[in-house]
């Protein structure tokens, strides 16, 4: 069997992040930002929170500061206002900000900001991050919903001469009939940098208002993948060897560039250390629970002292052996009359199958058997979800798409728990990665198959293993159609 897989977008992300190529271009008046300095706020309530070390970069960078009383309030939505205001600082024009005189003018069409906020909103609309148009209509104490924040990100990337029309790696959402028709491009382009991803699902949540500690994370991909305004300030590469003695921690790296580095930290410098998102206490476990070989980043000051220390662990291979799952949207279907040979071409994951008539792979059509002629392209419809089940050998045991039209969705992750009670004959199964809990009633008439083969509720239940991969089709009222479980490693 031949076929392509190719998971595009994380290409590159990752390309962007080892290599440090710039996919935008500075063409305009944006500035690279000054070198960073030593954090000028503590944050005392982001201890806890799962964007602590994304918070910590951003305030680092600039991009975002506390209240006044030193909280950041983490998961309090984001307004409008502070997201234009971000965005300004992230694009390095704070100089233009401190400088700018407010005009009779822009006083008038002002009039709904606040004082603080007024010179930054000017030199939003001067450098084209906000539009005439948008600013009409604009709430600053509105909370911003996802589609619009790639709005105000797109019009940022736009000040850069992005090429906006290239189409090879826009994603496609299953509910991207509530994106708005005039931020379905700026949606599909931020998603195509990874700088706001979709759900596991395939779904976007256009509308959802996003909170202070997510926007964290987006202004740092949004930086780091497309301004590269710090990158000045942040020396990238891979951790050779990590060594502590004596309250010292040493890092040595090698940079993208070739050069090696080695930092020298001290406890007292209070520099902070992050491992996978992690805070990690300062003492000689470092050594122990850090992995050399991931990605590390370090930020710097003007003197290459370190100000903040970001380690990835190490890429895990992929097990040959495991089974895998493919998630996405149908985007085109062919069929070769003459080599019999069908070829789906699937967006979001970006993955392309050929499949022979030859290679035995059951196609599914919402839930019907569908037979390998020529039929297929005309009685399958694109546009709707596509899940494949590939092999220990990467080719596809089984293919299910469904209607373009219908409201399903899908739930992928690992089982971590499954119950059965037997007084009120109700399953309950525990899933980690997407973190998901369902509770089935026998009487709900719910079909569950172990590596497809329908199981009884009650007699062979126990015959299911945790840890594999689980699969869950749900209708438009999110109740579970039905629940595929496929083992873990052996």
């Known amino acids: 069997m031949r076929k392509r897989i190719a998971v595009l977008t994380l290409c590159v992300f990752m390309i962007s992040i080892l290599a440090g190529t710039a996919i935008a271009k500075n063409n305009n008046n944006y500035g690279q930002l000054k070198s960073l300095k030593s954090y000028g706020q503590r944050l005392v309530d982001i201890d806890d929170d799962w964007a602590q070390a994304d918070i910590e970069e951003a305030l680092l960078k600039g991009f975002v500061k506390g209240y006044a009383d030193g909280t950041y309030q983490p998961n309090k939505p984001v307004t409008c206002l502070e997201v234009i205001v971000m965005l300004v600082r992230a694009a390095g024009l704070e100089d233009e900000v401190d400088d700018y005189d407010l005009s009779d003018d822009d006083v008038v069409i002002l009039k709904k900001i606040p004082d603080w906020a007024k010179a930054y909103v000017a030199v939003a609309l001067d450098e084209g991050i906000l539009s005439s148009e948008e600013i009409k209509n604009f709430n600053p104490n509105q909370g911003a919903k996802r589609y619009q924040i790639c709005v105000y990100m797109q019009n940022v990337l736009d000040e850069y001469n992005l090429d906006t029309d290239d189409e090879e790696f826009m994603e496609s959402f299953i509910d991207g009939d509530l994106i708005p028709f005039k931020a379905r491009h700026s949606v599909r382009n931020m998603a195509r940098f990874g700088v706001v991803n979709g759900y596991p699902d395939g779904s976007f949540g256009p509308m959802r208002v996003v909170k202070r500690n997510e926007v964290a994370k987006m202004l740092n991909y949004l930086d780091d993948i497309c301004l590269k305004n710090c990158d000045s300030s942040c020396i990238r590469g ?9 309250d010292i921690l040493t890092l040595d790296m090698e940079a993208a560039d070739g050069e090696d580095w080695t930092f020298n930290i001290d406890e007292n410098e209070d520099v902070k250390i992050y491992y996978d998102g992690k805070l990690m206490p300062f003492n000689e476990d470092l050594e122990e629970d850090i992995e050399t070989g991931g990605i590390i980043r370090v930020y710097v000051d003007s003197d290459d002292n370190p100000l903040l220390v970001k380690i990835s662990s190490p ?7 495991e089974i895998r799952i493919l998630l996405g949207t149908l985007n085109e279907i062919e069929y070769d009359v003459d080599e019999e040979m069908l070829t789906l071409e699937v967006i979001d994951e970006d993955f392309e199958l050929e499949i022979y008539d030859t290679d035995d792979v059951d196609i599914y059509y919402d839930e019907d058997k569908m037979s390998f002629d020529e039929d297929l392209e005309e009685d399958i419809e694109t546009g709707g979800i596509v899940i494949a089940l590939l092999n220990e050998d990467d080719e596809p045991e089984w293919i299910r798409i469904y209607l373009a039209d219908a409201d399903y969705n899908v739930l992928l992750g690992t089982l971590d728990d499954i119950d059965y009670d037997v007084d009120e ?10 973190d998901f809990d369902l509770e089935i009633a026998e009487a709900d008439g719910v079909e569950v198959y172990y590596e497809d083969d329908e199981v009884d509720y009650d007699e062979d239940l126990n015959e299911i293993e945790i840890g594999g991969i689980i699969v869950v089709l749900l209708d438009d009222n999110s109740d579970p159609l039905w629940v595929r479980i496929y083992p873990g490693e052996e």
Do not use: R, S
């Open 238 to 246: 891979i951790l050779e060897d990590i060594d502590f003695e004596v």
């Open 425 to 434: 004959e109700i399953l309950t199964l525990e899933a980690i990665d997407e």
């Open 315 to 321: 890429e895990e291979e992929v097990d040959e052996d």
